[in-house]
């Protein structure tokens, strides 16, 4: 359904997607790298997406791939929102120069961000064919 739409509007979404999830990490882990590093990284990963699926055996197309780079990232946004303090927290002491030998997070922040990812590439898939 909406692999069908014109790939100006698959490109659109997919940087509206970008833009939420790194306008959410920026906010969620201060410094001013991460405003660079945040979208660079996710332009790569949607480009190396579109990348891998010509390489497979079903050739997905760069729609489909689109698709997903969008839904999978908004997947992770979401799911990335309940351990948002403790990244802020984790990310000020970092900055002030504290270091810890780890950095635990709740299984449950971490149980919920791959599910609501997981979810949102399934949901991607199914809206996709």
């Not at 509007?9 to 997607?17: E, G, N, S, T, V």
């Not at 900055?95 to 609501?116: L, M, Q, S, W």
């Amino acid at each position: 359904m909406l692999v069908s739409l014109p790939l100006a509007y698959l490109i659109l979404m997919a940087a509206a997607a970008t833009f939420v999830f790194s306008f959410a990490m920026a906010k969620w882990i201060p410094g001013r790298k991460g405003k660079i590093v945040f979208p660079a990284v996710s332009v790569a990963c949607c480009l190396g997406m579109i990348l891998a699926g010509q390489l497979q055996y079903q050739h997905w197309s760069p729609q489909h791939m689109l698709v997903l780079y969008s839904f999978g990232t908004v997947g992770l946004t979401i799911g990335l929102f309940p351990s948002r303090k403790l990244m802020h927290q984790y990310a000020e002491e970092i900055n002030r120069g504290v270091k810890r030998e780890n950095y635990d997070v709740p299984k449950r922040y971490t149980t919920f961000a791959v599910f609501t990812t997981i979810v949102m590439c399934f949901v991607a898939y199914a809206l996709s064919q």
